[in-house]
């Protein structure tokens, strides 16, 4: 969803739908659906010792298998994604297309490159604003009750067996954004988000690996963000982790990779603020589907 060089990177079609509820307990609290997808180019299957998988009959949960791993061939891929975000009065619709350019640096990693590009549709529900002024210029007879913009956005992606760093930047086409035809009031505006993660998997036991990982965001003139995650998984099957950012935000996460087709995950996040007095957790829950799996096993070495 944040870096498009991402499009392409397993040997199947990647498949996700999520919900998020944000602010339980606060009327008109921001709610974000979304769908993605992203896929290899090509007929033919790319690896051998696969990226995302190994050969049939070996154990992706074991240490040899990332001892023995080899990156892909130098590839392409595709993404589509479409994200419904609705904010008290506010509702946005973006779709984008993903394409990524995955470049085979050595015997153990890939470099990918890759942009989306799309449109949002931003809408204003004026009914669900009750106005002091009921001829408020900012608004008034001449609101702009919907609007479409342009949307850019870039990305780069390194990994092997057990490393993964990247950074990418979204809306990175200035756009301006009034609800208003008048001109007093149209200094609104989307501004570049960007965005830096890193993580490494190691192993704990043989069947329990741990992923700890960062990610750094930042939109101006907003403070700098950064969360603090790990994740613990069992057999690549089970996982728990837990989430910290910056703004005193903290997260507990379980995921569960039911079959080799379709996987289950869920967060439960809350501020260490006065919101926890209006009961303002919030809640996500993402299934996703390994469409054209043609190793056939439950798990996926990928807990990114």
């Not at 079609?13 to 180019?41: C, E, Y």
């Not at 690549?236 to 990779?257: E, H, K, Q």
Request: hydrophobic letters at 40%; a neutral charge; proline letters at 5%.
């Amino acid at each position: 969803m944040l870096n498009p060089a991402l499009s392409g990177i397993e040997n199947y079609v990647d498949f996700k739908v999520g919900h998020r509820k944000q602010w339980t307990g606060i009327n008109n609290a921001p709610v974000t659906s979304f769908a993605a997808a992203h896929w290899n180019l090509g007929s033919d299957y790319l690896w051998k010792n696969p990226l995302s998988l190994p050969e049939k009959g070996d154990d992706p949960r074991a240490d040899d298998y990332t001892q023995n791993y080899t990156a892909s061939p130098s590839h392409h891929g595709m993404g589509a994604m479409v994200v419904l975000d609705k904010a008290g009065p506010i509702s946005r619709t973006d779709f984008d297309l993903t394409y990524a350019y995955h470049l085979q640096l050595s015997g153990t990693w890939n470099m990918s490159m890759g942009v989306s590009a799309g449109f949002t549709n931003i809408k204003l529900d004026v009914n669900a604003i009750t106005l002091e002024n009921p001829n408020d210029p900012a608004l008034g007879n001449s609101a702009i009750i919907s609007q479409f913009k342009p949307d850019l956005g870039m990305g780069v992606w390194l990994y092997g067996a057990n490393f993964f760093a990247g950074a990418s930047i979204q809306q990175i086409l200035p756009q301006k954004l009034s609800f208003t035809t008048n001109t007093l009031y149209n200094t609104g505006k989307e501004v570049p988000h960007f965005f830096v993660t890193s993580g490494y998997k190691f192993y704990l036991f043989e069947n329990i690996s741990a992923v700890p990982s960062f990610m750094l965001k930042y939109a101006a003139p907003t403070p700098l963000s950064t969360d603090l995650n790990l994740k613990l998984s069992f057999r690549d099957r089970f996982w728990l982790g837990g989430s910290y950012r910056s703004d005193a935000t903290y997260a507990a996460l379980i995921g569960v990779n039911v079959s080799k087709i379709a996987n289950l995950t869920y967060s439960y996040d809350f501020q260490k603020s006065s919101l926890n007095k209006l009961n303002s957790a919030s809640h996500e829950i993402v299934l996703g589907l390994q469409l054209n799996n043609i190793y056939r096993v439950a798990n996926t070495l990928r807990m990114w």
